[in-house]
């Protein structure tokens, strides 16, 4: 019966996988086929925060943990936003599928030499650049609002509704769970992702936005999410959201939060009662298996079907362009299974030094003697949630085992898939 209803559930999840595709290709396609004179005027009037370029500029300089990424911001984001331009390819079928931009040879932040007058003086040469590895399905929300509002007023759209979330699902989670505990959680999580960051910058906005939506909507309807049959679509949506909007950040932290979120509102389904014998330890791991395959079938399966038609496009349309294969490539450099890699030591240690801070030091003792203090009152209450709780810390490091390069390379920012294990670090001592 478990397996046949699970096989139901797959195939229902494969139909929402299909319908996806299109509605994501269509998206792209409606998008690119807006005009893009405003979007560029829009940007070229903000663009002067960019001619000063730095790969990972810190709002608190000397800390890693404050970084934003204005080079990806600068090189794809808003160069495949103002695309197509005068003289460029019109196509929207081929430009939603392969997302291409000028690329200015020798040059690092490509949109300043798009737009900018101050950097014309001298020739160039350039080339469309395909970056079909990922969806961009930030353009579908990025182009349209860049039609409207300039460059900066978009930016600080999305700071604010970043920081309305929050402040909304801080108070719903009080109203929710009827104490503190649950909402002391998610500050701190929040606080050790650095909104700030991910507020002001594309690049780091996409998984922290769909993260604040996915536990808003826990907050306002968690209780239809059913553990049995609601979860795996809940999970599913989160990955196939992640692999469209993102690139590739810290996209483990959408499954790491909002799953110990549910484990929280739904402890009893999953677990079982305290004092109810029926129930078996490991009914939350492997309710945590289940969801998170979900999530990883969504985000899967959705970024290689990418893969699959920006190679079909490419070959109708003769752009020379092998999308498959350049993918498979960079997943075996990601993960550090071609080449020499790091040593997976190495890579847990960069990324805790990212948060090797005073503030963030500060937070995090704070948070353990606050834990300590409210152990030794629990008197050990809450036991069946415990193994559940542990499996969600322990995936993180899972995570980087399995991305040893990019979790290495990019430890500026991928440090946030660690950081969201403290959540439920905290939720455990907080059990009752």
């Known amino acids: 019966m478990f397996i046949l209803r699970d096989l139901k559930i797959l195939l229902k999840s494969l139909l929402i996988l299909g319908i996806c595709i299109v509605a994501g290709y269509l998206l792209l396609i409606l998008v690119y086929m807006l005009p893009t004179g405003n979007i560029r005027t829009n940007i070229k009037n903000c663009i002067e925060q960019y001619e000063t370029f730095q790969t990972f500029p810190e709002w608190a300089r000397g800390y890693q943990f404050t970084a934003t990424d204005d080079y990806t911001d600068a090189t794809y984001i808003l ?8 003289g460029d390819e019109k196509n929207p079928f081929k430009n939603a599928a392969l997302v291409p931009h000028n690329d200015y040879v020798g ?75 649950l909402a002391l959680s998610l500050m701190a999580s929040f606080m050790l992702l650095n909104p700030i960051s991910c507020a002001i910058n594309f690049q780091l906005a996409a998984v922290m936005n769909i993260i604040l939506v996915a536990i808003m909507i826990l907050m306002l309807w968690g209780d239809k999410i059913t553990p049995e049959k ?10 196939i959201a992640v692999a469209y909007f993102d690139f590739l950040t810290y996209p483990l932290a959408s499954l790491i939060l909002p799953l110990s979120v549910y484990l929280w509102l739904h402890h009893t389904e999953i677990c079982g009662a305290e004092g109810d014998n029926s129930s078996k330890f490991w009914q939350g791991p492997v309710f945590l298996i289940r969801s998170g395959f979900f999530w990883a079938f969504g985000y899967g399966a959705f970024w290689l079907s990418k893969w699959v038609l920006a190679t079909v496009v490419s070959a109708i349309t003769g752009a020379n362009e092998y999308p498959l294969k350049d993918a498979m490539k960079e997943v075996g450099y990601r993960s550090g299974l071609s080449g020499e890699g790091y040593p997976y030591p190495m890579v847990i240690l960069k990324n805790i030094m990212v948060l090797a801070n005073w503030p963030v030091i500060i937070l995090i003792l704070a948070v353990i003697a606050a834990l300590i203090v409210y152990g030794i009152k629990n008197k050990g209450r809450g036991k069946k949630t415990i193994p559940a709780y542990v499996c969600i810390m322990i995936v993180p490091f899972l995570w980087c085992a399995v991305t040893l390069e990019h979790s290495y ?19 455990l001592g907080l059990r009752d």
């Open 107 to 181: 040059v690092i932040h490509d949109i300043v030499y798009e737009l900018s007058d101050n950097f014309r003086s001298e020739e160039i040469d350039s080339f469309p650049f395909c970056y079909t590895r990922y969806w961009h399905g930030y353009l579908v929300i990025l182009k349209p609002l860049l039609c409207i509002f300039s460059l900066n007023i978009v930016r600080m759209m999305n700071a604010g509704l970043e920081f309305i979330l929050m402040a909304l699902i801080l108070m719903l989670a009080v109203k929710k769970s009827g104490n503190m505990k």
């Open 409 to 427: 390379d990019h430890a500026v920012f991928a440090f946030r898939n660690m950081a969201s294990a403290i959540l439920p670090f905290m939720l």
């Open 79 to 86: 160069p495949n936003a103002v695309y197509p331009g005068e």
């Open 230 to 239: 609601g979860a795996p679509f809940f999970f599913l949506a989160i990955g």
